[in-house]
């Protein structure tokens, strides 16, 4: 081979290499999702989100830059299996080989804190469509960390407000022994402390278990006049259900995580009369016409049961709010950038973001606050009739 020949092939390698070294022509997301395994219920909706987007995204050419240009937008969308050692293993490449952005992973509590050392060291903006908040605390050591849920003492306020309604004053507490258990179950008890209500009774049980009458059957002993259950489908849905068929008649009140059809498909009939918080969707349309969400809400209710063929679901638009935060920082940044610059750009960016509404809530990010929502994001929803019906205080 001659010199000369050499010498092209070497040109047009490095041609190839430079626009991700020096910056890429398309802006580039990394999207993690609990597809499959126990917490597919949550991924399979995100997923789906992020399919929808894409394929906009292909049909009308991308985003436009802030050059006036418009670039592609690719996002990698992968399966973490519910499994933390999954997760990792897609983060690590998407951030070093896939050269991404941006990260949007994942949909559980305990695979999005495991992926923070890397979103971390990587200086990439991770954003995480999981509830705990230890997520986004402390805020020092949580620089390139973002969330789309709210958190889990969001809930918990929501919950101690009824108790307090009700006048309940003994409570049980029964949670999933993994990352957003212990956050939900801490949450509950900081939100309780001064308020006159005890827990007489808390443990814990695991994701996989099928079997916690043990657990319940303490609880019903224990003298509680309601019972608090952090946990999401399907554990959540067996609890429920043994809940029923042990006779238990006080007041079943669960955490966001059974936002979603697949909890009462497999609670079936026991699910009637459970309370939770949660986000508005779910109860769109009973809101207020001046609510600034509500028109929000019922696009993107519209849109995803148009786009999948299936029942909205809350968090689909955990998705959908990481997704939409993102492009409102490409739009300030050109993916012509060297990469480290752009990643650092974003990051600013996704802090800077106010008064987005949202299908979480209206969010207000800041330096102090990588959520940026409140407990007024939330609202009481009790299940009836197998459908969702809000629960304002005046009903209560």
């Known amino acids: 081979m001659s010199r000369a ?81 999954t997760t990792k293993r897609l983060v690590k490449k998407l951030i070093a080989e896939d050269k991404v952005h941006v990260v949007i992973a994942s949909s559980q509590s305990p695979t999005s804190l495991a992926v923070i050392p890397d979103a971390t060291e990587g200086k990439v903006p991770l954003i995480s469509m999981a509830s705990s908040h230890a997520i986004v605390t402390p805020i020092k050591e949580r620089f390139w960390v973002f969330k789309t849920p709210q958190s889990n003492i969001h809930v918990s306020t929501h919950q101690v407000k009824y108790l307090r309604a009700k006048r309940y004053t003994k409570i049980a507490s029964l949670y999933v022994n993994d990352a957003f258990g212990e956050d939900s179950r801490r949450g509950l008890a900081a939100t309780i402390k001064d308020s006159g209500i005890e827990i007489v009774y808390e443990d814990k049980f695991e994701h996989t278990d099928k079997d916690m009458t043990p657990q319940l059957t303490k609880a019903k002993a224990s003298g509680a006049q309601a019972l608090i259950v952090h946990a999401i489908p399907p554990s959540a849905s067996i609890i429920t259900k043994q809940f029923r068929d042990l006779g238990l008649t006080i007041p079943l ?13 497999l609670a079936g009939g026991a699910a009637e009369g459970v309370i939770f918080p949660i986000g508005k969707m779910l109860v769109a349309e009973s809101l207020p016409d001046a609510d600034p969400q509500k028109k929000v809400l019922l696009d993107f209710v519209a849109w995803y049961e148009k786009g999948t063929g299936k029942p909205r679901s809350t968090f689909a638009g955990h998705a959908w709010d990481a997704l939409q935060m993102t492009f409102m920082a490409f739009a300030k940044i050109s993916p ?11 990051r600013d960016e996704l802090e800077k973001v106010r008064n987005f509404a949202g299908t979480g809530g209206i969010f207000n990010m800041s330096p102090e606050d990588h959520v940026g929502l409140d407990e007024r994001s939330m609202v009481l929803v009790r299940i009836e009739g197998g459908k969702w019906t809000h629960l304002p205080p005046e009903k209560w």
């Open 253 to 265: 009140i669960h955490n966001h995580g059974v936002g979603n059809k697949p909890f009462m498909d």
């Open 5 to 85: 020949r050499v010498a092209l092939i070497f040109i047009l390698a490095l041609t190839l290499a430079w626009p991700l070294a020096a910056g890429a022509q398309e802006y580039r997301i990394g999207f993690v999702s609990a597809i499959t395994g126990p917490a597919s219920s949550l991924g399979v909706p995100e997923r789906d989100v992020a399919v929808m987007i894409q394929k906009e995204l292909e049909a009308k050419g991308g985003i436009t830059g802030p050059d006036g240009k418009k670039y592609p937008v690719k996002i990698f969308i992968h399966d973490d299996e519910s499994k933390v050692d």
């Open 336 to 346: 012509t950038l060297p990469l480290e610059q752009a990643r650092a750009l974003v």
